[in-house]
């Protein structure tokens, strides 16, 4: 098995993942998974790898996250994982389509840019007329 380099992004954070033959350890930002915080993210993170237990394969997995926030960084190791899951193991990108699309699918929504003059993305200056 060779060595698979994936990167994954979500809002303004980005991911990047390295899979390489070893004995399944998980990594993310050099903290074991089973000791990943806050728990929610932790489930988020481990979806693609539940689904791609029946493989079988053992490979250790380090993602490096940076940008954005918490959240923002968990959706973005996900998809690396996945991307990194999938791209060793070809018969595993049917199982994540029909599972969740955002697992290969970058979500590219963004938090719509601040206009100038306003307070704002949306919404306007209040008008006085006295």
């Known amino acids: 098995m060779k060595v698979i380099h994936v ?8 991911a990047r993942a390295t899979l390489r033959p070893g004995k399944g350890k998980v990594y993310i930002n050099g903290v074991l998974l089973d000791f990943f915080q806050p728990a929610v993210a932790r489930q988020r993170i481990m979806e693609p790898l539940l689904l791609a237990e029946s493989a079988g394969e053992k490979s250790d997995i380090f993602v490096k996250t940076n940008g954005g926030g918490i959240m923002g960084q968990t959706e973005a190791a996900r998809l690396a994982i996945a991307r990194a899951l999938s791209e060793h193991s070809k018969s595993l990108r049917a199982v994540f389509l029909k599972y969740d699309r955002h697992m290969l699918v970058a979500d590219v929504r ?21």
Not at 7 to 14: F, P
Not at 110 to 130: G, I, L, V
Request: overall charge positive; hydrophobic content about 15%; charged content about 50%.
């Open 7 to 14: 990167s994954g992004r979500r809002k303004k954070a980005i």
């Open 110 to 130: 963004t938090k719509e840019m601040r206009k100038p003059n306003d307070s704002k993305a949306r919404a306007k200056r209040q008008k006085s007329y006295r």
